[in-house]
Nanobody
């Protein structure tokens, strides 16, 4: 499984960004696709996840109502729409994938930097 994240950048507080994660290497019908982030000096944090087969979504409380995870239907791409961004959202964002029967995410993309200025 290969995951390629893109879409990060610099944005002012209150702005929006959309991250993309292009997935390849297998059929993802049984997979969970997730977004995580790591801010400087902090541990990696769960952001959002989507079940590929039925598009059930999960969110961290800190992003609920501001971020939306979705999947493309024409391609194996997962999106993270981030609105009302705050300086505390500044982090490197990683996409990840796991089989639904696994407890941990086994596959990780390279990360994309998101910086929110105040």
């Amino acid at each position: 499984v290969q995951l390629q994240a893109s879409g990060g950048g610099l944005v002012q507080a209150g702005g929006s960004l959309r991250l993309s994660c292009a997935a390849s290497g297998r059929t993802f019908s049984r997979y969970y696709m997730g977004w995580f982030r790591r801010a400087p000096g902090k541990e990696r944090q769960f952001v959002a996840a989507i079940i590929w087969s039925d598009t059930t979504t999960y969110y961290a409380d800190s992003v609920k109502g501001r971020f939306t995870i979705s999947r493309g239907y024409a391609d194996n791409t997962v999106y993270l729409q981030m609105n009302s961004l705050k300086p505390e959202d500044t982090a490197v964002y990683y996409c990840a994938a796991k089989d639904s029967e696994r407890l941990t995410y086994d596959y990780w993309g390279q990360g994309t930097q998101v910086t929110v200025s105040s």
